[in-house]
């Protein structure tokens, strides 16, 4: 069974930049979706934050359009999340996620970002 580590969080201020890392236990990328989602504190959901298809097609979502990134490199297994501009609205931790396209999905355990002065 694949498995999904995060790396990369942490405490940042106000307007800086943070890289979020996802490195699978094995190639998955041609056959899944991965994405980010993330939790924020006294939330029980789980917010969608970006997309990445196995054809390479982005998406995000919410207040993160235009400051985060998400991206991959299939040499090393590793999803990315390049953020931006921080705001400590973005305080969460941040879970990367597989969509197996035959089925079946996984998350990470988390990596905590904390955005504040």
């Known amino acids: 069974q694949v498995q999904l580590v995060e790396s990369g969080g942490g405490l940042v201020q106000p307007g800086r930049s943070l890289r979020l890392s996802c490195t699978a236990s094995r190639d998955i990328f041609s056959d899944s979706v991965m994405s980010w989602f993330r939790q924020a504190p006294g939330k029980q959901q789980r917010e969608l934050v970006a997309t990445i298809t196995s054809e390479g097609a982005r998406a995000y979502f919410g207040p993160v359009k235009g400051r985060f990134t998400i991206d991959r490199d299939s040499a090393t297994n590793t999803v990315y999340l390049q953020m931006a501009n921080l705001k400590p609205e973005d305080t969460a931790v941040y879970y990367c996620?597989?969509?197996?396209?035959?089925?079946?999905?996984?998350y990470g355990q988390g990596t905590q970002v904390t955005v504040s002065s």
């Open positions: 996620h597989a969509q197996m396209l035959r089925g079946g999905h996984i």
